[in-house]
Nanobody, 115 residues
Framework: QVQLVESGGGLVQPGGSLRLSCAAS????????MSWYRQFPGKERELVAQ????????NYGDSVKGRFTISRDNAKNTVYLQMSSMKPEDTAVYYC????????WGQGTQVTVSS
């Protein structure tokens, strides 16, 4: 079965860094583009970053460009989101997702940026 398990969230001060991980199973991970989304309270999930199956190409939302980096390790079936220079407005629940799998989400991991 498809499974996506996000981890690495927590509390960080403005300007700090966190690295999120997403362990995937139940599909051929190395052939799937992967994405990170985040969800603010009462809002729809928004796309944060996307990476192609090989990791050759990445795309970022304007609000995180230059601060966040998406990467993947196909041997470990894991996608990462390195977050730096974090701002309070980055506070959200973060989710990973396969671009090809419409209906599958993990539990998410909470990221809180606060002094």
């Amino acid at each position: 079965q498809v499974q996506l398990v996000e981890s690495g969230g927590g509390l960080v001060q403005p300007g700090g860094s966190l690295r999120l991980s997403c362990a995937a199973s139940g599909f051929i991970f190395s052939t799937h583009p992967m994405s990170w989304y985040r969800q603010f309270p009462g809002k729809e999930r928004e796309l944060v970053a996307q990476i192609t199956a090989t990791g050759l190409t990445t795309n970022y939302g304007d609000s995180v460009k230059g601060r966040f980096t998406i990467s993947r390790d196909n041997a470990k079936n894991t996608v990462y989101l390195q977050m730096s220079s974090m701002k309070p407005e980055d506070t959200a629940v973060y989710y990973c997702k396969s671009t090809y799998l419409t209906n599958y989400w993990g539990q998410g991991t909470q990221v809180t940026v606060s002094s």
